[in-house]
Protein backbone atom coordinates (compact mmCIF):
# COMPACT_ATOMS: atom_id res chain seq x y z
CA UNK A 1 0.00 0.00 0.00
CA UNK A 2 1.14 3.52 -0.56
CA UNK A 3 3.08 4.81 2.22
CA UNK A 4 4.22 8.63 2.72
CA UNK A 5 6.87 9.28 5.43
CA UNK A 6 7.53 12.97 6.22
CA UNK A 7 10.45 13.58 7.95
CA UNK A 8 13.11 16.91 9.21
CA UNK A 9 10.62 18.73 11.34
CA UNK A 10 12.35 20.25 14.77
CA UNK A 11 12.60 23.25 16.56
CA UNK A 12 14.33 26.40 15.41
CA UNK A 13 14.33 29.95 16.12
CA UNK A 14 12.72 32.63 13.82
CA UNK A 15 15.18 33.10 10.50
CA UNK A 16 16.00 29.57 10.38
CA UNK A 17 16.15 27.11 8.19
CA UNK A 18 14.69 23.37 7.45
CA UNK A 19 14.53 21.47 4.92
CA UNK A 20 11.57 18.78 5.05
CA UNK A 21 11.65 15.65 3.29
CA UNK A 22 8.89 12.89 2.17
CA UNK A 23 9.88 9.26 1.48
CA UNK A 24 7.22 7.56 -0.51
CA UNK A 25 6.70 4.02 -1.36
CA UNK A 26 4.38 2.38 -3.72
CA UNK A 27 3.82 5.77 -5.21
CA UNK A 28 6.03 6.67 -7.61
CA UNK A 29 6.69 11.16 -7.09
CA UNK A 30 7.20 12.16 -10.35
CA UNK A 31 4.18 10.28 -11.21
CA UNK A 32 1.71 12.13 -9.16
CA UNK A 33 1.05 15.53 -8.00
CA UNK A 34 2.91 16.68 -4.90
CA UNK A 35 2.12 18.45 -2.17
CA UNK A 36 2.77 20.31 1.17
CA UNK A 37 -0.03 20.93 3.65
CA UNK A 38 0.52 22.04 7.34
CA UNK A 39 -1.99 22.44 9.73
CA UNK A 40 -1.41 24.74 13.49
CA UNK A 41 -3.06 24.46 16.40
CA UNK A 42 -6.83 25.43 16.63
CA UNK A 43 -6.72 26.09 12.98
CA UNK A 44 -7.45 24.57 9.36
CA UNK A 45 -5.17 22.25 6.74
CA UNK A 46 -3.88 24.69 4.29
CA UNK A 47 -1.74 24.46 1.13
CA UNK A 48 1.61 25.34 1.47
CA UNK A 49 3.16 24.28 -2.16
CA UNK A 50 2.60 21.63 -4.70
CA UNK A 51 4.72 20.34 -7.68
CA UNK A 52 3.26 19.30 -10.68
CA UNK A 53 3.62 15.59 -12.04
CA UNK A 54 6.28 17.17 -14.79
CA UNK A 55 7.84 18.99 -12.30
CA UNK A 56 7.94 21.95 -14.41
CA UNK A 57 5.32 24.02 -12.45
CA UNK A 58 5.18 24.19 -8.73
CA UNK A 59 2.66 26.74 -6.44
CA UNK A 60 3.16 28.36 -3.54
CA UNK A 61 0.71 30.08 -1.39
CA UNK A 62 1.60 33.49 -0.27
CA UNK A 63 2.43 33.21 3.14
CA UNK A 64 5.54 31.08 1.89
CA UNK A 65 6.19 32.53 -1.33
CA UNK A 66 9.83 33.61 -1.91
CA UNK A 67 11.39 31.71 1.48
CA UNK A 68 10.02 27.92 0.83
CA UNK A 69 11.15 25.72 -2.25
CA UNK A 70 9.62 22.76 -3.32
CA UNK A 71 11.67 19.81 -5.17
CA UNK A 72 11.71 16.00 -5.84
CA UNK A 73 14.38 13.23 -5.95
CA UNK A 74 13.12 11.16 -8.15
CA UNK A 75 15.80 8.54 -7.96
CA UNK A 76 15.52 8.20 -4.11
CA UNK A 77 11.58 9.20 -4.63
CA UNK A 78 11.34 11.69 -2.10
CA UNK A 79 9.46 15.32 -1.75
CA UNK A 80 11.51 17.80 -0.29
CA UNK A 81 10.17 21.46 1.33
CA UNK A 82 12.84 23.51 1.99
CA UNK A 83 11.97 26.44 4.17
CA UNK A 84 14.19 29.91 4.61
CA UNK A 85 13.64 32.61 6.46
CA UNK A 86 10.95 30.80 9.30
CA UNK A 87 8.76 32.79 10.77
CA UNK A 88 6.78 31.74 14.43
CA UNK A 89 3.44 31.51 12.25
CA UNK A 90 5.51 28.66 10.30
CA UNK A 91 4.82 26.77 13.32
CA UNK A 92 2.67 23.68 12.44
CA UNK A 93 2.30 20.12 11.67
CA UNK A 94 3.48 19.34 7.73
CA UNK A 95 1.75 16.84 5.91
CA UNK A 96 2.92 15.62 2.14
CA UNK A 97 0.14 14.90 -0.28
CA UNK A 98 -0.18 12.64 -3.23
CA UNK A 99 -2.95 13.32 -5.65
CA UNK A 100 -4.24 9.55 -7.48
CA UNK A 101 -1.81 9.78 -11.05
CA UNK A 102 -4.73 10.88 -13.08
CA UNK A 103 -4.86 14.09 -12.14
CA UNK A 104 -1.46 16.60 -13.57
CA UNK A 105 -2.33 19.64 -12.32
CA UNK A 106 -1.71 21.05 -9.04
CA UNK A 107 -4.81 21.82 -6.41
CA UNK A 108 -5.07 23.71 -3.12
CA UNK A 109 -8.21 21.69 -2.12
CA UNK A 110 -6.81 18.39 0.59
CA UNK A 111 -10.26 16.78 -0.62
CA UNK A 112 -8.46 16.56 -4.00
CA UNK A 113 -5.45 14.35 -2.28
CA UNK A 114 -5.98 10.66 -1.96
CA UNK A 115 -2.47 9.56 0.19
CA UNK A 116 -0.94 11.51 3.10
CA UNK A 117 2.14 11.28 5.68
CA UNK A 118 1.46 11.01 9.27
CA UNK A 119 3.18 14.53 9.52
CA UNK A 120 6.07 16.08 11.01
CA UNK A 121 5.87 19.04 13.69
CA UNK A 122 7.89 22.81 12.87
CA UNK A 123 8.35 24.68 15.61
CA UNK A 124 9.94 28.51 14.74
CA UNK A 125 10.41 30.55 18.12
CA UNK A 126 10.64 34.02 18.10
Known amino acids: QVELVESGGGSVEAGGSLRLSCQASMLLVDSHVMAWFRQAPGKKREPVSC????????EYSDAVKGRFTISRDNTNNTLYLQMNSLKPEDTATYYC???????????????????WGQGTQVTVSS
Open 51 to 58: ITKSGSDT
Open 97 to 115: AARVWQHGACSSSEIDYNW
